[in-house]
Structures are given as C-alpha cells and as structure tokens.
C-alpha cells in the first residue's frame, strides 16, 4: 500500500521522495512506474529529509507497533519545528495518541490517518480518515483530498476527524464493522448453500440481484465474484478448495477491546471477531466432528426463504454500523473528540471496503440538528428494519433448527430487541450482585440508592445508611 500511495499522490502531480530500507525495493518501483510521475529516489533517511521542502510532510507506512517507533525514532532528530509526521498504517488509536504528545513536545506535528481500499485504494483512490492537529490538516487537507476517492457528487473521501488519535480510531471502527458485514455475508452464503442447497454459481446470481437494492455495497458485488470463481486445479468452486480458517490482522480485535473500555455494546462486531477465532481452531473442529452430537431437525424451509435471508442480512448489517457508531459517539464524549457522524459516513461512500448505497441514508440521518440517540431510531431505517423483523426472526430460528451458525445474524437480532424490550432481566443480576457483594441497586418507584441486608432480616435500607 506504501507504495501504491507513492505512486497516487506522483499521478496527482506531486513529487514524491523516495525511501524504503531496501534499496532495491526502491529501485524495483521506479524500474515499473518511473514514469508515471516526478520520483526523487533516495537510500538514507537523511537524504530523504533534505530532499523535502518545508514544512516537511514524512509519510511512512510500515507494520503497527514497533516498528511505527523505531521509524519515528531516527526521523525526529532529521526534522525541525513545523515539521508533519504522518502515519498511514493500521496503528492502535492509543499509540497514536502517545506519538502526537511526544512529537508535539518537540514542535512537530504527528498525524495519525486511517487509509482504507487495500492497494486497489491507494493507488486509485482510498478514503483516508486523518486525525492530529487542525494546522497540521492546512498542510496535509489539499494533497490527500487530491488522491483520495471521489463520492459519486465529486466529494473527496477525505476530511479532518479529529485531534491526536481520532483518525485511527475511525479506521478501527470501520474494519470492525467490516469484520461484521464480511461475517453475517458468510452467514448468508451458509444459509443459501447448507440450509436451501444453493451452489455457489447460483448464489452469485442472487448476491448480483442483491447489489441493485438496498444491499449494494462492495462486499456484495466481490461476493459474487467469489462465488461465481471456480477453481483451475480441480473444477470445483473456488470456496470448495479454500481453507475455512478466516484470518486477522488484530483490528477487529481492537475493535471489540475498546468497547469493552467505553462500555459500548458491539455485539454484532465482536461475535464476527470470535466467529474468526473459532474458524482458526481446526484441531479442536476436528474432535468436535466426531464427538459433539447436533440433534438437527427436519426443518421445511419458510417460504421465499432467499427472500429471508436477503432480509435478514439487511438488518444485521445495519446493527452492525448502528453499533460501530454508538462507540464513536462513545469515544467523542470519551477523549473530547468532536466526531461528526454524518462526515464520517460521507468518508466510506467511496474507496472503502465497507462503501455501500445506505451510507447516503446514514448521512441524511446523522445531518442536521436533531440527531438519532442510536442509527436505528432514525425514522427511515426504524421502518425498513421494522419490516424486516419478520424474516430475520424465521432465519434465525430456521438456522438454529438446522444447527447452522449465524453468530451475527442471531446477535444483532438479540441487540435490537434488547434495544427495545420494556424490561431485561438486569434487574436479577443487580439483585445477585446486592446480595454477594452489597453493590446497591435502585428502585422503579422511589428515588436514591439501597441495599437488602440479605444476611440478617432482608430488610432494605439507604445506601447512604451503609457508609
């Protein structure tokens, strides 16, 4: 992807400095694509800096972690004050955070910026999701807007998020409600091929019928092409050859790790980061094979059953952007961010992976001055969620009958009618956690704080009383 951003901003017209530890890789990209525009080859990072013209703009791209220090570390002392840092890796938001103090001490600006397309993206156009300092943005905003992706109205996917680490924790919260929409369409596709006996070639013409509603979205359209793929070797599907061990590179993970920390509720996310774990456990599949009994039922599938999941698969997917926004709101009140939601949606119109036709209802919903308290309040998707109820509840119960797992599928069900149910059963555990460690509880008919004596006559009294 480094080099592929390399490559975009010299077709946009800008000269681009040059450096990779290895020199040939160097020399190997300027081999293929010299001539695609002005490159300035360079083989030490001090040639690199002086090559620069001021305020220095250093983009660097290597693996989250360590290594983003050990880059900063031998930049800094290259650089001077006005100077911009910028990292367009897949780093954790926190670290982000720490870097832009640190360099901030020294009069250097570090902008932290979530690039997502893959290397499609960055060469053509990603939508690109910059935190930092707003004065770093007056230096950076015209250069990544001009190789950003365009929306369908021309708007760069690309604009300011927020201070310090706000940028990389908005790339975070999309990959994790793309670890959802890539599992529930796994689920989908498990449905139609185990429950209804749909091949994959025929499943490819459904998930192209699907991409002219209200599903059209890029994980749909390549859905298709997978489906449709068949493998060279052995003229089976391509899907019948891959491994079915879906792997991470720790996003998704952090996704579901920070909720936990904002007490923010992403169900729908992390059963598809665990659903990937679990997938990965081959051994432990194998004995379970073997060993584990189903008692599947004779299941009559629901009439119109595709209609049904293509339903289902509406709703849940909805969940899952309902979820990952909530934790942004979450985060904005957390770290004094000013995230505008409908700005963000307007981001993943384009050049993303998660880039789908409803993001233009999510920005309608988010813009404006009354805002819904959770996307699925917004009055257009209540109804088209609402009427969707139906099928999704048949899905489920069907897959549950067939013993077929659908982990997003029946927790994104689960989170919406905890969403809207009068009462949860919250009120039993706040009596067991009274009684086995006098947490206190509150009461539906009186106002304050109490507390059952549980180990002598139950009677209730003040929580003030116990201090």
């Known amino acids: 992807m480094g080099a592929n951003l390399a490559r975009n901003l010299a077709r946009n017209g800008f000269t681009v400095a040059l450096h990779n530890r290895s020199v040939e890789k160097t020399d190997t990209l300027l081999a293929k694509h010299g001539d695609e525009g002005s490159f300035i080859r360079t083989e030490t990072l001090q040639e690199l800096v002086d090559s620069l013209e001021k305020p220095r703009r250093v983009l660097i791209m290597v693996k989250a972690g360590a290594p983003v220090d050990a880059v900063v570390d031998q930049l800094v002392p290259l650089l001077e004050e006005g100077d911009i840092v910028i990292d367009a890796g897949n780093s954790h938001y926190e670290d982000t955070r720490r870097r832009e103090a640190a360099l901030a001490e020294k009069g250097l600006h570090f902008v932290g910026v979530g690039v997502s397309g893959g290397e499609e993206g960055a060469l053509n156009g990603p939508s690109i999701m910059p935190g930092g300092s707003k004065q770093s943005y007056e230096a950076l905003g015209p250069l990544l807007e001009k190789i950003a992706a365009k929306a369908s109205d021309g708007t760069p996917c690309c604009a300011w998020i927020g201070t310090d680490g706000a940028g990389h924790f908005v790339k975070m919260v999309h990959n994790g409600i793309e670890y959802a929409d890539m599992q529930v369409i796994g689920e989908a596709y498990d449905l139609l091929r185990s429950g209804a006996g749909i091949e994959p070639a025929e499943q490819a013409a459904i998930f192209e019928e699907w991409n002219k509603g209200d599903l059209s979205s890029f994980l749909i359209e390549i ?65 379970a094979q073997e060993t584990l009994a189903g008692h599947e039922g004779e299941v009559s599938l ?24 909530d934790m942004l709101a ?15 949606a307007s981001l993943w119109r384009a050049g993303c992976i998660i880039r789908a036709e409803l993001l233009k209802d999510i920005m309608e919903a988010y813009k404006g001055g009354e805002k819904p308290a959770n996307l699925l309040f917004a009055p257009a998707f209540a109804k088209s969620v609402g009427e969707a109820v139906p099928a999704w509840r048949r899905v489920v119960a069907t897959a549950v009958q067939l013993g077929i797992p659908v982990p997003v599928f029946s927790s994104s ?38 507390h059952t004596l549980w180990g002598e006559d139950h009677s209730e009294i003040s929580a003030v009383d116990t201090h």
Do not use: C, M
């Open 302 to 325: 629901p009439e119109n059953f595709v209609e049904d999941v293509r339903q289902a698969l509406y709703a849940s997917k909805l969940v899952s952007y309902a979820q990952g926004l």
């Open 413 to 450: 069900l689960a989170y919406y009618d905890g969403l809207r149910r009068k009462r949860l059963p919250a009120a039993v555990i706040q009596g067991q956690r009274d009684l086995f460690g006098a947490h206190t509880y509150q009461r539906v008919d009186t106002e304050g704080t109490f």
């Open 330 to 344: 979450s985060a904005a009140k957390e770290y004094g961010w000013e995230l505008k939601l409908d700005e963000i």
């Open 223 to 287: 859905t298709a092409e997978v489906l449709r793929h068949v493998d060279a070797k052995t003229g089976k599907p391509f899907v019948d050859v891959v491994v079915d061990s879906a792997g991470q590179k720790g996003t998704g993970r952090w996704t579901v790790q920070s909720a936990l920390d904002l007490g923010s509720p992403v169900s729908g996310i992390a059963e598809s980061v665990f659903a990937r774990g679990i997938s990965s456990q081959r051994a432990q599949r194998e004995i």
